[in-house]
T-cell receptor, first 112, second 114 residues
Framework: KNQVEQSPQSLIILEGKNCTLQ??????????LRWYKQDTGRGPVSLTI?????NTKSNGRYTATLDADTKQSSLHITASQLSDSASYIC???????????FGAGTTVTVRA | EAQVTQNPRYLITVTGKKLTVTCSQN?????MSWYRQDPGLGLRQIYY???????DKGDVPEGYKVSRKEKRNFPLILESPSPNQTSLYFC?????????????FGPGTRLTVL
């Protein structure tokens, strides 16, 4: 069973609008949680990395939040642009283990 | 420029014909890993390496081999490829070992096994 679940699977938004992606995980004990952006046909690129003690982290128009108690994270995209069209992947790193657990990703399509 | 390179980028082969996908990083990273990505399944780890001569299985290691003779290189070997290994493969490297360092991914290798 996948230990990282993302929702929605896909979404379409209009340029300039905001959106929020969700990530629920069961990995425990937990070290850090990452969000990646993956453009079609390219390798993922890191957006944010949060340790278990951090609640929020921003990278430009991307803001990630983390609630380690409920094992939930979200990625908020503000004032979306066409270039935000991509897949967004949530990745959880367990404590004292080198294996990362990947979510299946949320595909975001931004339309003009 | 810090980067992870993979070769080839595209490969079409036939069942049973041994192949190697190379991966190289120029950042002196200790930790490297291989992933495959399939529609609807996301990225799945095949093998990882914590340092030279230290490798371990990921979630889907069957049908694959790796080696880490040098710090910068981490080739993925398919001794006898099968059609179910048709996938998009990514190599990645990180300075730390599971610590929140940025993970750098290569551009990907799209493999088709006929």
């Amino acid at each position: 069973k996948n230990q990282v679940e993302q929702s929605p699977q896909s979404l379409i938004i209009l340029e300039g609008k905001n959106c929020t992606l969700q990530c629920n995980y069961t990995v425990s004990p937990f070290s850090n949680l990452r969000w990646y952006k993956q453009d079609t046909g390219r390798g993922p690129v890191s957006l944010t990395i949060m340790t278990f003690s951090e609640n929020t982290k921003s990278n430009g128009r991307y803001t990630a939040t983390l609630d380690a108690d409920t094992k939930q994270s979200s990625l908020h995209i503000t004032a979306s642009q066409l270039s935000d069209s991509a897949s967004y992947i949530c990745v959880v790193s367990p404590l004292n283990d080198y294996k990362l657990s990947f979510g299946a990703g949320t595909t975001v399509t931004v339309r003009a | 420029e810090a980067q992870v390179t993979q070769n080839p980028r595209y490969l079409i082969t036939v069942t049973g014909k041994k192949l190697t996908v190379t991966c190289s990083q120029n950042m002196n990273h200790e930790y490297m890993s291989w992933y495959r990505q399939d529609p609807g399944l996301g990225l799945r780890q095949i093998y990882y390496s914590m340092n030279v001569e230290v490798t371990d299985k990921g979630d889907v290691p069957e049908g694959y081999k790796v080696s880490r003779k040098e710090k910068r290189n981490f080739p993925l070997i398919l001794e006898s490829p099968s059609p179910n290994q048709t996938s998009l493969y990514f190599c990645a490297s990180t300075q730390g070992q599971g610590w929140p360092d940025t993970q750098y991914f290569g551009p990907g290798t799209r493999l088709t096994v006929l």
